[in-house]
């Protein structure tokens, strides 16, 4: 793993109705981490993930991409190259090939295209095959759905990955599919890619993550290998 720091918070800190909901959360993301992020829930996981993808505003804290704070005229760069993929894929309509071309129409993904071959070889390794461009997205299975929202995000080359329980809601065949698909993205670059995925399930951090972070109460609470 080299060691550069990809993506740095420092001191992140959201209060709600009279509730501090992160609690002064630091961590760092260092090209190559596959960091699992486990907790009770309602321990702030999907709050930090989704404050980390500029998706919630914080009250107060940083956060650095590489060495440089992620300032609002910086913010549509750094939403290119960390994304945030949520447990269930909502809002997409058409087909699926619609749907995966509809990122590559705004502005900061200019000069990149659809790349249909490349969809097609993702798509075999969890044996669909081109048919499955042209189906409804109302048609989908949760899993496929989940599919979709994946190569969606991952065509555009990101460098992180916010998976927020991305197979919680799936059988153990699509939740596998997934998993494949994320470390295929991950294995082409591990040196200059990373990712924090938030899962209940102890048997697939094992499989997927190489360190997790425990939040419990809006603080981070410790870092460990999923082993130990
Ligand atoms: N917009 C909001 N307004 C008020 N409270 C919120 C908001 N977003 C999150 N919370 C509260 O913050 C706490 C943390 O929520 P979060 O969704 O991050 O938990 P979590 O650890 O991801 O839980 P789970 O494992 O169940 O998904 C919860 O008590 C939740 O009710």
């Known amino acids: 793993m080299s060691h550069d720091v990809l993506l740095r918070a420092v001191d ?3 209060r709600i109705a009279g ?3 992160l609690d002064h959360v ?14 009770p829930t309602g321990s ?34 750094y939403r290119s190259q960390v994304i945030y993929v949520h447990q269930r894929a909502a809002g997409f309509e058409g087909t699926v090939e619609s749907i995966l071309r509809q990122p590559l129409q705004l502005k900061i993904h200019r000069g990149r295209s659809f790349d249909r071959d490349w969809i097609i070889d993702q798509l075999a390794t969890v044996s669909r095959d081109a048919t499955f461009l042209d189906q409804p997205h109302e048609q989908l299975s949760g899993g496929e759905s989940q599919i979709v929202a994946l190569l969606r995000a991952i065509q555009l080359s ?7 329980e991305p197979t919680s809601a799936l059988d153990r065949q699509s939740a596998r ?8 993205w991950y294995e082409e670059k591990p040196d200059g890619r990373a990712f924090i995925w938030v899962s209940h399930d102890p048997s697939q951090a094992d499989r997927v993550c190489d360190s997790l972070i425990t939040m419990d ?10 082993t130990s």
């Open 177 to 184: 599919h997934v998993e494949s698909i994320v470390m295929r």
């Open 19 to 21: 509730r501090t909901l």
């Open 12 to 14: 992140l800190t959201r």
């Open 44 to 77: 702030g996981k999907s709050l930090l993930l989704r404050s980390l993808a500029l998706l919630e505003p914080i009250d107060s804290g940083q956060l650095f991409w590489r060495t440089e704070s992620v300032s609002s005229d910086r913010a549509t760069r």
């Open 26 to 39: 630091g961590l760092e993301l260092i090209a190559g981490m596959r960091l699992g992020l486990v907790g």
């Open 217 to 226: 109460a809006g603080q981070i609470q410790r870092l460990q290998h999923p």
């Open 158 to 164: 990101p460098c992180i990955l916010l998976l927020d």
